[in-house]
């Protein structure tokens, strides 16, 4: 497989195994992707195993679980999921270039997020900055928020990250059932 190639390969399977990883199993997930590449890297049994048409899918799948078992187990079902994907593909080149571009994925998600959050009326300090911590917490990494307050929200909140936009207004609630009494 040409190098250009197995970078394509890696690419879709980091983004893929990036987008369903929790933010808590970012760090963990990158470190056993680690330690499958440094693996690849330096076994060429464990090259071998993987590469060769003549090893079934069956053995390729038990060596890597072997792998996985000597470095403590595997950390997440999905990660499991994808690294069994590629060796029973024979894609196990691919691991060195998967934990460099999983990393990518986490180091440009762990710079601070900038949300945007409105609230119908202007809010405490102390408002603010508990649920900064609490976003910081739940999304697993350093979050920024900008206070707007907008009076047609009637209650509730909306964030607003990039293009995401999770609305929890009264007004927004009100939209939605008044589009779906329409249907």
């Known amino acids: 497989m040409s190098s250009g190639r197995e970078e394509r390969v890696a690419k879709r399977y980091a983004r893929a195994l990036f987008e369903v990883t929790t933010p808590a199993d970012f760090d963990t997930v990158e470190t056993q992707l680690s330690q499958l590449a440094q693996a690849w890297k330096v076994s060429s049994d464990f090259r071998d195993s993987l590469s060769n048409p003549r090893v079934s899918e069956d053995a390729r799948c038990s060596v890597v679980n072997a792998i996985a078992e000597s470095l403590g187990g595997w950390k997440t079902e999905p990660l499991q999921r994808t690294v069994i994907a590629l060796a029973s593909l024979r894609r196990g080149a691919v ?33 603010t900055t508990d649920l900064q911590k609490k976003l910081s917490s739940s999304l697993g990494g350093e979050v920024k928020i900008t206070v707007k307050t907008d009076p047609s929200l009637i209650g509730g909140v909306t964030i607003r990250l990039g293009d995401t936009l999770l609305d929890r207004s009264v007004a927004g609630t009100l939209q939605r059932l008044a589009g779906q009494l329409v249907r």
Request: proline share 9%; charged share 20%.
């Open 95 to 127: 691991l060195p270039a998967l934990a460099a571009t999983y990393s990518l994925y986490v180091s440009e998600y762990k710079k601070s997020l900038l949300l945007e959050v409105t609230f119908p009326e202007p809010v405490s300090e102390a408002v």
